[in-house]
């Protein structure tokens, strides 16, 4: 049987899958985040005015706007690179669980639903858009256990 070597490792090794899952899950949320920040970026005026209709949030609608597409830009930085993808995967899951919160609220609080998520995910339904972010939320808890887990078995 043929192996692939990565870094001098079996790819078939624990180590070697735990980290490529990592790195699969790492390129998921990076995708993920530069997607909605660049879709946020190129039509910040409509999501500063989006942000003004929430009621909870209009206090400082342009510095809430342009803070989420860089926290989600600098979140893609941290899992870039090895050294931070720990901290990258924590923030994913924290920032993941932040939306899903804000969604669970609207749907139980708020007649309209308005959304400004970007792109293709905006065309979700509220619910199918929990479930999706829940989804994350879990794929991001297995990247952190496997992190975890692929950080002690060197």
């Known amino acids: ?8 490792r079996n790819i ?6 735990k980290g490529i899952i990592v790195d699969i899950i ?12 660049s879709d946020k970026l190129f039509t910040i005026q409509g999501f500063i005015k989006f942000i ?16 989420i597409p860089v926290i989600e830009i600098l979140i893609s930085l941290l899992l870039l690179f090895p ?3 720990f901290i990258g995967l924590l923030a994913s899951g924290i920032l993941m669980i932040a939306f899903t919160g804000y969604l669970v609220y609207m749907k139980m609080t708020v007649e309209h639903l308005p959304c400004h998520c970007g792109g ?22 297995l990247g952190i256990l496997l992190h975890r887990s692929n950080s002690t078995d060197k």
């Open 12 to 17: 078939t090794s624990a180590v070697g899958r």
């Open 83 to 85: 050294r931070t993808r």
């Open 1 to 8: 049987m043929n192996f692939i070597k990565l870094k001098h």
């Open 26 to 37: 790492s390129a998921i949320f990076i995708g993920l985040f530069i997607y909605t920040a």
């Open 120 to 141: 293709a995910i905006s065309k979700l339904s509220w619910v199918q858009h929990i479930w999706f972010n829940i989804l994350l939320i879990v794929i991001a808890g």
């Open 52 to 67: 003004n209709g929430l009621e909870f949030l209009n206090f400082a609608p342009a510095i809430i706007a342009w803070s």
